[in-house]
């Protein structure tokens, strides 16, 4: 199978001739290995690839001087340049030390390592590690992404098109608006089967449908509870259920103890390991005045649709689901967290009196509000809520993300854009 190109590799590809490891991050089937692969032939020099779930491999790594030989034996001088691709890292024992000692001492070896969890990699990486690698996260497909991999005729299109340049360009892009017809039907298709690689590869839905079920079972129901020693295994997926509901909602966390039946420590620690396991992600509250606007409660997110979708048992289409706009959500905050520039911060808003807007970027103290509104627009309606924050804090400009509308308009002192979701 031909290995398609991701979006982070081009985040990489500047740390190939810096000092530091390199992690990636993320859950299983998430495409870790084809990244690291994809990279290894582009390497200048040698490459070698360990997959560490192999027993035999794992042997290679029972001690540095072992390692060592082992090169050696393939014909690779240590004082050479080589990449070396370690993937599963963390069923390496003493990682950590393993990894500081070819660092230091084998400045030659460029170490290129991956895990299926930080949960479980941050018990492995000690404090000897910091300084000495640069970790990044692997996500799901991305929408433009899912288009290459589907191999469809939009995918050039929306390569070129993002939250960030649509905004710098507004007038530009705003000519793709005879696009959407055609690109927003593959939107929806991404918001319901998420993008895990495999299944985006998959044409047939029956197929699809259960390409998700087995990542799901074999990641959430047996990896997690292994790697978080959970005992009662019936209670943790109950719960996760239930937390796959209240997607895009705020995370109450009285009442979820209440309605799982669990302890409020308990469901700390699910939440945390979900977390830390790369299947949600929780949104902490804007605020500037903790008198006026609530500040505890978090929004929950999943990183991904199809497994969220096949948790609950529902992979329908949009239009007959009630729970379309929390899916949408959930695309779009998705979409943010790829995209997100090294100095962003993503919250949302919500005010005492209820008012809400979905989404606020944070960067260098300059505000930019987002609200998804996925349906059709006639003229340019901007929702009480957006104007309230806008009448608040005075950005500079505030999106609005629609079905298929796009349009530029002003409120107070503020421009606000309405454009696409499938843009952004």
Known sequence: MELLDREIIDKIKPWLDKPEIIVLLGARQVGKTSIMKIIAEKVPGKSMYFD??????????????????????????????????????????????????????????????????SFDIKKKFSDSLTGRKIVFEIYPLSFAEFLKFKQSEYAKIKAGVNLHGVLENFEHFAALEIMTKKIAPLFEEYARFGGYPLPALTQREEERVLRLKEIHNTYIQKDIKDLARIENILEFNKFVSYLAVQISNLLNINEVTKEAGISRRTAERYISILEKTFVLNLVKPFYKNRQKEITKMAKLYFTDNGLRNVNIGDIRPLEVRQDKGALLENTFYMELIRNKEPLEEIYFWRAKDKNEVDFIISKSRELVPLEVKYQNFKLPSIPNSLKSFIAKYSPPKAVILTKDYIQKTAYLKTEVYFMPLWMA
Request: net charge negative; charged share 25%; no cysteine.
């Open 52 to 117: 560490l779930e192999d027993t035999y491999n794992l042997n290679i790594f029972g001690s540095v001087d072992n390692f060592l030989s082992y090169l050696k034996s393939q014909g690779i001088d240590e004082k050479e340049r080589t990449f070396v691709f370690i993937d599963e890292v963390q069923y390496l024992p003493r990682t950590s030390n393993f990894l500081k000692i070819i660092h230091d001492h084998y400045p030659n070896i460029k170490l290129l390592v991956s895990g299926s969890s």
